[in-house]
């Protein structure tokens, strides 16, 4: 349904109840800054709102690909997540990927790979399970046999081993913390090189149900407050794991629909919060994956050409409320771009376009037909026909073993 029109009316404002807190006065700010967009798009009613600048996007990635600016020397540990948010946007936006720099960005990934398994924030640095996952589902977006031949198997199994837990949860690195988060990273990397093997995920699905709380999302750890990003990864590893009906389904999909604002479309992380752009995608994201496990469990109520949540309604917000002019994507309207809400932004933008696959595919493209992005895979967040490359790649080639080398006599 490419050209399609924008969401109707009946968009509802915070009722603070003459009760007026810090949550409540924020909300209201952003509501105001909202509305006057809103108005704007009203009163002028040209399309060139409802225009993805993606050739603007598309400069603004290339550029940060290459070169960063001095502000960006907070994120020296997480420079895999920086090719994986800008090769993303890009493989998103359908812009080609030239040879020269696929094979660049696998040099440096090979640089980023610790000797002992596992690739750090940089070169040198210590292995991670964080920039482990961004720098494999690089590697897959590169989709070349260079790029993955670049992962060390033998040595990426065995660090996940090390990281593995009695519980079955991982620690995101050695010494460091445990949460949902983790388990994803390891589930994914691991299922997409073709290691997805009973004895390093024995208990881990159990361990992620136990996140799932009273509000019906998933926390960090058991116990903790439910947030988006953690119940993507919860959902997303436990869809990896077959294991999904561990969790109560229908209390999860309260708490997710939950989280689309009423006014703005867009998505808050969690309960009380303000919209962010990136939550187009950990939220949203969250639906295909539970609306595949509810018709797998016979649910006749599922529609068939759209998603559980308003899908013109969070377009809208990206693109009236997210783009920079000068290129790039963000959290709300004030806010400054960056490669992350620029990865998200769009990532979300392509689930709220394309619903289903093969023969069940609807389209719901709302302003011009230029504005269809390419779809990406709700469990990887990389597009579909790459996550099928490297699992077919990967699966030519045996689990690595991890029995020590036998050494000449």
């Known amino acids: 349904m490419a050209g399609a029109s924008s969401p109707p009316g009946g968009r509802r404002r915070l009722q603070d109840d003459g009760v007026r807190t810090a949550t409540s006065v924020e909300q209201a700010k952003v509501e105001d800054t909202i509305q006057e967009i809103f108005d704007a798009y009203k009163k002028n009613h040209n399309t060139s709102q409802l225009v993805l600048q993606r050739e603007k996007h598309v400069q603004y990635l290339k550029k940060g690909i290459r070169q960063l600016s001095q502000a960006y020397e907070c994120l020296d540990a997480s420079r895999p997540w920086l090719c994986y948010w800008i090769l993303h946007s890009l493989e998103l936006l359908d812009e080609p990927l030239p040879e020269s720099l696929g094979s660049d960005v696998c040099e440096f990934l090979n640089k980023c790979q610790s000797p002992q398994g596992g690739f750090g924030g940089g070169p040198t640095q210590l292995p991670h399970l964080a920039p482990t996952y961004a720098a494999v589902s690089t590697l897959c977006i590169v989709g070349t046999e260079e790029a993955y031949n670049v992962i060390n198997r033998k040595k990426l199994l065995e660090y996940l081993h090390?990281?593995?837990?009695?519980?079955?949860?991982?620690?995101?690195?050695?010494?460091?913390?445990?949460?949902?988060?983790?388990?994803?990273?390891?589930?994914?990397?691991?299922?997409?090189?073709?290691?997805?093997?009973?004895?390093?995920?024995?208990?881990?699905?159990?361990?992620?149900?136990?996140?799932?709380?009273?509000?019906?999302?998933?926390?960090?750890?058991?116990?903790?407050?439910?947030?988006?990003?953690?119940?993507?990864?919860?959902?997303?590893?436990?869809?990896?794991?077959?294991?999904?009906?561990?969790?109560?389904?229908?209390?999860?999909?309260?708490?997710?629909?939950?989280?689309?604002?009423?006014?703005?479309?867009?998505?808050?992380?969690?309960?009380?919060?303000?919209?962010?752009?990136?939550?187009?995608?950990?939220?949203?994201?969250?639906?295909?994956?539970?609306?595949?496990?509810?018709?797998?469990?016979?649910?006749?109520?599922?529609?068939?050409?759209?998603?559980l949540f308003d899908q013109l309604a969070l377009q809208e917000y990206i693109l009236l409320c997210c783009q920079c002019p000068a290129g790039g994507l963000l959290d709300k309207p004030g806010k400054s771009r960056d490669f992350y809400h620029t990865c998200y932004c769009l990532s979300g933008l392509a689930i709220a376009q394309h619903f289903g696959s093969g023969e069940l595919h609807h389209e719901m493209v709302l302003g011009v037909p230029e504005n269809r992005l390419q779809p990406t895979h709700p469990v990887y967040n990389i597009v579909p026909e790459k996550v099928e490359s490297a699992m077919m790649y990967f699966l030519q080639q045996p689990v690595p073993s991890l029995e020590p080398e036998a050494t000449a006599e």
């Open 162 to 307: 090390m990281l593995k837990q009695p519980n079955g949860s991982f620690l995101m690195h050695v010494g460091g913390e445990v949460d949902v988060r983790s388990a994803y990273c390891a589930v994914a990397v691991a299922s997409l090189t073709n290691m997805l093997t009973p004895e390093l995920f024995a208990g881990t699905a159990e361990w992620i149900a136990r996140c799932q709380n009273w509000e019906g999302g998933i926390g960090g750890v058991p116990g903790m407050e439910a947030h988006g990003g953690y119940t993507f990864c919860g959902m997303a590893a436990l869809v990896i794991l077959k294991k999904e009906h561990l969790l109560n389904l229908r209390s999860l999909l309260r708490w997710v629909t939950g989280r689309q604002m009423s006014f703005e479309g867009g998505f808050q992380g969690r309960c009380n919060k303000l919209v962010d752009g990136c939550y187009s995608f950990w939220q949203a994201g969250v639906l295909p994956l539970l609306h595949r496990a509810l018709h797998a469990r016979g649910d006749t109520a599922l529609s068939m050409t759209h998603w």
